[in-house]
């Protein structure tokens, strides 16, 4: 089984935390699961960024991203080469590092 190291993030995991994971298990239902409150405004319909996730080892284990998955990953806040949507993550044989982003851009939120 698969381990998923989810980096320390001040507000959503201060400790960091290291979860087994099954192949095929959807990577942003993994992180909820434990506990870990990663933003997911549009119910997981790949249709906002506020999943957005860095994959820091273990990126071509994953399943490949579509193109509507890229294209909401052009408005994600600090995009990088390895940043996809949680939410269309689909763990592989892999283990993984995931950094969650410090911001997300949710604009239903109110702070």
């Known amino acids: 089984m ?3 190291v989810f ?5 959503l995991c201060p400790e960091g935390l290291a979860l087994d994971v099954a192949e095929g298990e959807n990577l942003l239902d993994a992180a909820l699961e434990a506990g870990i409150d990663i933003e997911h405004a549009c119910d997981k ?3 906002c960024t ?3 996730v860095i994959i820091r080892e273990g990126f ?8 509507m998955e890229d294209d909401m990953l ?4 600090g ?3 390895d940043s996809r949507l949680g939410c269309q ?3 592989g044989k892999e283990d993984l590092v995931v950094e969650i982003p410090r911001y997300s851009l949710n604009h239903a939120r109110e702070e």
Request: hydrophobic share 30%; glycine share 0%; net charge negative.
């Open 60 to 67: 071509d284990s994953l399943n490949e991203s579509t193109d």
């Open 74 to 77: 052009d408005k994600a806040w």
């Open 89 to 91: 993550c689909v763990v």
């Open 79 to 81: 995009l990088e080469m």
């Open 7 to 11: 980096l320390p993030h001040e507000e």
């Open 45 to 47: 319909s790949c249709a």
């Open 2 to 4: 698969p381990k998923v």
């Open 50 to 52: 506020t999943c957005h």
